[in-house]
Structure formats: C-alpha cells, structure tokens
C-alpha cells in the first residue's frame, strides 16, 4: 500500500486516456512525464484542502497550478482515485467540475457506476484496459471496495480471473480490502459469477488463507460452496485450518467445517464445474447461447441446431443456459433445453414446476436443499420464478429450506414484489421474512416496499409497507 500522502504531480492519464463528458477517450501523455516542470510540493496540500472540504482554497491553489488537478502518487495513483478511495465523494466530484477528465481506472473508483456506463458505451473495450502495474479496473475497483463497480464490471465483460502484475486476482484484491463486509460482497459478487476459488495469488497463497487471515467467515464459506480446495498449503506450509485454528477464530473454524455444499447436476451427472472443457468450443460461443438461454427461444433453437454441445456448455461466469433461463423464470427456453437432455438441478425443477422430480431430488440426494443455483442463488428463490408457487415452497420447507435467506440483503420476498406475487408475498411473511430488509443488490436495491413501488405494483407496495410497521411495532 502506498503512502497516500506521497503525491507526485505527473503529466499523464493512464494509457487508456480520459473519459470525456460524452463518453469518447482523450489520448494523454505517459504517467510519468512531468507537467510544466512544476514542482511536487504543492500536491499534498490539495489534497488536504480537498479532504477537509477547503474548496476555496483548492480553487485557488489551481487557478496558479491548473496542472496539479492531475497529480499522481508514485503508485499511480490520481487525487479522483484517493479521495473516492476514502468516500470523499464530494470531494472528488468537486475535482470532475473544475474540470478533471477522469480515466477509466479513475472511474472504477466512483460510488456508482453512472460515469463508467457512459464511456463503456462509447467503448466496450474499456474493461480490458490495464495499467502500468498490470491492474485492470476490476483490480482497482476490488482495492477501492467499490462494490457498485465490482458489480458493473463483472456485468459487462470483465475477465474475473485476470492477473495483476503482482499476480493478484481481483478475488484475492477484494479478499484482503480491510472492512469485512465490503470484503464479503466483492468476494460474493466475484465467486457469484465464475471466479476461480483456488487462483494462487501473490506471495503463494491461495483465497481461504487471505480470507481465512483476514477473519472473514462470511466470505471463507462463499469459498467452501464454491469447493475451494480447502487442503491447500501457503508457502508457509499452512493450511487454512491450520490458520483459523492459531488465531482461535471460531467462524472461520465453523466455516471450512461445513459441509453442507452440494453442486448442481452437469452432463453426465457430473457436478464439479472445473471439469467443464465445452468440448473445445470458442468460449465467446458458449458464452453468447447462454447469454440468450436467458430469454431467446428462437436464438436458443437456432445455435443448439447448428452446436448440440452447446447444451451443457458452461459460461465463463459457470452457468449452463438452462439455469438462465431457470432463475430468469424462462420457462418456454428451460422447457426447450430439458426436453433436448439438459441436466435439471433442484433449482431446475422447481422452475419448471415438475414437483415430482424435485421430490424425488430431495428424497435421494442427502441435503439436496442446500443446492444453489447460478449466481449462488440459494433454491429458496425458486419459487418465485416459478411464479409464486407455494405448493412447491412448502415442499423445500419441509425438507429444510430456509425462505428468509437473504444475499446481499435479497431474498424471496424482494423477488416477489418485483413481480407482483401478492399470496405469495404474504406466505413469505408468514415464514419470518423481514418487510424491512433492504436489498443491496444494485439492479433490485430497496425495502420490498419500494421495489413494489418502483415496478408500480403500487397495491403490494402498500400491504408490504403495512406489514414493514407491523414488523416494527412487534
């Protein structure tokens, strides 16, 4: 970590250039030629006049040395980045309208994703940008425990398992951010769609030792789901146990020991996503026919006519199309690829409502309900994209399921009132779903009460914030 208080004023963006107000990209000089010969020393009082809010001060300080609005740290590292950094963001925006052209590591920094969208729109290419240190944005992103960009990031293209220099992941970067639970969202955001668990990182330790040395139990049991290799050992010789066990931390002690993990059916009844070769098929092909198992039945049909591999072809993010369509509640493309031979995990069938199959899955498969969709949804969601379906609730319930689960505060019940599934809504609430939970997820973020409001489905958004001053009042 850098000395933030270090600062160097240096004449270029990075190499990727800025980002002007309408998207385009402004070539820039490199990082480390210096502007105008003017000295350093002024840098660091900027930058302590814009963290205590001395805007005047700053103005005038830059109408002498306009140069300095783009000092550097010798980390590379701009005013924009450090200020966002430390969730300075009027601060930092303050320096977008004196006229900072941020770049698109800069952007990565931000509080929402708004400015990214607009220059990723421009140029999709943006998210294969690298730095001088080999960073691309989802590193700088996982550094700044900015979990809006880590999540519009891996939305739109980002390579997850991409390598710093340092041969960092942006796993590994978010694992050791230093608020746990920031830690915990990146880390589950990341593992969600297709991070490698086991990736050694820089200093030959793999993701449970950082999480497990950072006291992150939340996040050391995404990586048990996800079936990291637990018997791994650090250049230390130690195994994540090992590590738990010497700092006497019984989280993360509980969290290798679970082992109630249980994947989601593959061909052949395989079930272990990193046996997945797709059958030498092009990974952008893979990825583009489950990309439209999501939603397009004329699409789907066309590409499993002309690659019938395609079938149990596995994303780059690790989902197959007919779990797309699954957790999308698309049940003409689920129903297509089924009747094709597509494996049907638990999440599956209860989309698909072929309640007989999910009982029998549940009946011979020893903790079946602990099964998780893509994504790392949990089966408790199904449900709901199967329509509402209490019958088949009740059915996961009786086997154990927990319908309150949340991730990221979401569960059933905000799903439900995106979709206006009013008895359904009101069964969750009789299960001990909280009204007053808010979602943080950022495509659904809100109480239940106000995803309802914003999808106007203004009656359920009235009889949740009813039960939300139920909840409160008991």
């Known amino acids: 970590m850098f000395d933030r208080r270090d600062l160097l004023v240096t004449g270029g963006l990075a190499a990727i250039g800025a980002v002007l107000p309408h998207g385009g990209v402004q070539a820039a000089p490199k990082p480390s030629q210096p502007l105008g010969g003017v000295s350093g020393a002024g840098a660091p009082r900027l930058l302590a006049d814009l963290r205590s809010g001395r805007y005047g001060a700053a103005a005038k300080l830059l109408k002498r040395h306009p140069e300095m609005i783009y000092a550097r740290s010798e980390s590379d590292d701009t005013l924009f980045r450090i200020l966002s950094r430390e969730r300075l963001y009027a601060a930092s925006d303050w320096l977008l309208g004196h006229g900072f052209l941020p770049d698109v590591f800069d952007l990565a920094t931000a509080e929402t994703a708004k400015r ?85 990182q820089s200093g030959g330790e793999r993701p449970v030792h950082i999480a497990t040395r950072n006291g992150n139990g939340a996040s050391l049991a ?32 509980d969290a290798l020991a679970d082992k109630r993990s249980v994947l989601r059916p593959r061909r052949g009844g395989e079930t272990d996503p990193k046996t997945e070769l797709n059958f030498g098929l092009p990974q952008n092909y893979v990825n583009q026919f489950v990309v439209f198992g999501h939603f397009s039945l004329t699409r789907i049909r066309e590409m499993y006519a002309r690659t019938p591999d395609l079938l149990t072809a596995t994303a780059s993010w690790d989902e197959i199309a007919i779990e797309g369509a699954a957790h999308l509640g698309f049940k003409d493309g689920a129903s297509f690829l089924a009747d094709k031979g597509a494996p049907i995990s638990l999440p599956t069938a209860i989309t698909l409502k072929q309640t007989q199959l999910a009982a029998r899955i549940l009946a011979d498969t020893p903790n079946a309900v602990a099964q998780r969709g893509p994504h790392d949804y949990p089966v408790a969601w199904y449900p709901v994209f199967a329509g509402g379906d209490i019958g088949l609730a009740e059915l996961l319930v009786s086997h154990g399921a927990d319908m309150t689960e949340t991730v990221r505060g979401q569960g059933a019940l905000h799903l439900a009132a995106s979709r206006n599934q009013g008895d359904f809504a009101a069964w969750l609430l009789t299960q001990g779903c909280n009204p007053k939970e808010a979602s943080r997820v950022g495509f659904m973020p809100g109480t239940p009460a106000e995803i309802a409001a914003r999808a106007r489905h203004d009656g359920l958004a009235r009889e949740l914030r009813a039960a939300a001053a139920r909840w409160q009042a008991s």
């Open 116 to 200: 990214f969208d607009a220059a990723f729109k421009a140029d999709p290419s943006i998210v294969s940008a690298r730095d001088r240190f080999g960073r691309s944005p989802l590193h700088i992103a996982a550094d700044a425990g900015s979990v809006a960009m880590v999540e519009a990031l891996v939305g739109r293209g980002v390579t997850v398992d991409a390598r710093s220099g340092s041969q960092m992941t942006a796993l590994g970067v978010a694992l050791s951010y230093p608020d746990p639970s920031l830690a915990d969202e990146m880390s589950w955001i990341l593992l969600a769609n297709g991070a490698d668990p086991d990736l050694e």
């Open 222 to 253: 995404h990586l048990v789901r996800r079936r990291a290799d637990l018997s791994a050992r650090n250049s230390e010789g130690l195994t994540a146990r090992a590590i738990a066990v010497a700092r006497k931390d019984q989280a993360c002690i």
